[in-house]
């Protein structure tokens, strides 16, 4: 890995935030086609504003919901309230409009560093990110035409461990673990860092989802979308060295599915915990419930 890829470069421009008046920040949309803006994009950019008026600690948790789809054709308004500013603690509210409405909101919580009591759950044992392809790679010698991945901006080294979550022939256990890491170096900065990783964690949490049942994004099968996304940050953290993503599904019913994710760093870390909720309305009476 060396210098900074474009897509990158294009992230960390769109986390770059305008600061527009006290607590308030105008965030950039990328220039590419999309339906409606990504949400890790807003969560990540939520969370950048929240952190540009903390004064010390870092971000240790993130609670957001997602209210409305984003119009990636217009920029997007970050209001911050500032809560609560305590001597270990500092709480911030962060609403993020687009054409007068709210479109996600988000509650952060920013903490001091300090030491008590220590134990984590085991890194699970997985090929390293070395003898894996790159998504694109793979993709490429699955289906042969990898050229909308290529239009769209991947400032994320993806290496899938196992079946693509897009193949037809993929596992139906509601698992999931990649390796993740930005493409390229970031500058020494824990809040970007943080919010790289922010970004990078909306990109795949939902296919634990729907990994077990024949849908598929493309097919017009169902109707998804993320609820809600909460993230716990447990240590400091690099987004650009590898991180191993490991997701589970325990349940989708009531047309919601709930997906985990824990991020490992190489030395068998736990650096970060999730949980989201995602929206899975079925749209076509031909598709069952399970597959």
């Known amino acids: 890995m060396g210098l900074m890829s474009d897509a990158l470069d294009v992230l960390c421009h769109l986390l770059d935030l305008e600061a ?11 220039i590419e086609e999309r ?3 990504f949400g890790g994009q807003v969560a990540a950019q939520a969370l950048m504003a929240a952190g540009r008026t903390v004064d010390q600690g870092r971000v240790h948790s993130l609670h957001s919901y997602f209210l409305r789809p984003g ?6 308004l970050y209001e911050v309230d500032r809560i609560r500013d305590g001597r270990s603690f ?30 984590q759950v085991t890194m699970p044992e997985v090929p390293g990110p070395e003898t894996i392809a790159p998504v694109i790679e793979r993709i490429g010698e699955e289906f042969g035409d990898a050229e909308d991945w290529l239009r769209r901006h991947q400032p994320i080294d993806q290496r899938f461990i196992g079946d693509l979550p897009w193949s037809p022939n993929r596992s139906t256990d509601p698992t999931l ?32 989802i729907i990994g077990p049942h024949h849908v598929h994004w493309d097919d017009g099968s169902f109707m998804g979308a993320s609820l809600d996304h909460c993230m716990w940050f ?14 589970d599904s325990p349940i989708a019913h009531g047309a919601r599915g ?19 909720e995602g929206l899975v309305r079925l749209l076509d009476p031909a598709h069952p419930h399970e597959s």
Request: charged share 25%.
């Open 90 to 119: 500092s709480t911030r509210r962060v609403v993020a409009i687009q054409h007068g409405r709210a479109i996600y909101n988000m509650q952060a919580s920013f903490h001091v560093d300090e030491e008590s009591l220590e134990h």
């Open 20 to 30: 527009i008046e006290v607590n308030i920040f105008r965030g950039a949309q990328p």
């Open 177 to 208: 673990r990649i390796w993740i890491r930005a493409d390229g170096v970031l500058p020494d900065d824990p809040l970007l860092h943080a919010a790289v990783v922010t970004y990078a964690s909306d990109m795949s949490l939902f296919n634990a």
């Open 35 to 37: 339906q409606r803006t």
């Open 234 to 247: 447990h240590r400091d953290l690099r987004a650009d060295d590898w991180l191993l993503y490991d997701m």
């Open 258 to 276: 709930v997906a985990r994710g824990f991020l490992f760093n190489r030395a068998g870390q736990l650096c970060v915990s999730l949980v989201q």
């Open 71 to 76: 119009d990636p054709r217009v920029p997007i």
